[in-house]
């Protein structure tokens, strides 16, 4: 019967009671072989029992599928120590994608509290630019003798009209002769003939 080798690594296997000269050199070539597959020299292709193996005397409870979800995945230890303690759910995170990575938590918490399409919101205000009001829009009310071109409300008019009507009131009452001097008002108009 002659030497035989392992199934998967092919690691020779010296012939019982044969091999008496090289018995020796054939093991002292396959346990070189086995440091080098354990030093990671030369790459192994274990299949291991799910929840029997261990890494740092922790047992490994990942399934293959879960491992396999790392695959591919392109991000630095320092890019996935980021998510240790992160508690949200995976449609909390999804939320995330496409996201810049340039926002900030500050710009991130402008949103905090919307409920809608934040661009309708602004489509439904008043451009700047020949704004159409509707209902009934308030404005400041402009000093009597404001002469500006700024919005202000229909009440300084008003005040104004007001103002008239009463020094025209109070002049109406007042013609009639004084001294040399009589005052007349007619429609709105103020005069004076003095004699």
């Keep these: 019967m002659a030497d035989t ?4 690594f092919s690691l ?4 019982v009671g044969a091999s008496e000269s090289s018995w020796g050199a054939k093991v002292n070539t396959t346990l070189d072989t086995l440091d080098d597959l354990l030093d990671g020299t ?8 799910a929840n029997l193996w261990q890494v740092g005397g922790v047992a490994v409870t990942s399934t293959a599928a879960e491992l396999n979800i790392l695959d591919g995945v392109t991000s630095t230890a320092a890019e996935l120590n980021i998510l240790d303690g992160v508690t949200s759910t995976a449609a909390e995170l999804n939320v995330l994608d496409g996201i810049p990575g340039t926002l ?3 710009e991130l918490g402008y949103v905090d509290g919307v409920s809608s ?3 309708t919101q602004l489509d439904a205000k008043a451009p700047i630019a020949s704004p159409t009001f509707t209902g009934t829009p ?10 500006t071109t700024q919005i202000a409300t229909t009440a300084m008019v008003q005040a104004a009209i007001d103002a008239d009507v009463t020094t025209h009131a109070a002049l109406r009452s007042a013609s009639g002769t004084y001294g040399h001097a009589q005052i007349y008002v007619t ?3 103020l005069y004076i003939v003095t004699t």
């Design 5 to 8: 080798t392992t199934t998967t």
């Design 12 to 15: 020779v296997k010296p012939e």
């Design 42 to 49: 030369t790459a192994i292709k274990p299949n291991l029992t």
């Design 104 to 106: 900030t938590a500050t």
């Design 117 to 119: 399409a934040i661009q």
């Design 138 to 147: 308030a404005a400041p009310t402009a000093a009597t003798s404001t002469n």
């Design 187 to 189: 429609d709105g108009d």
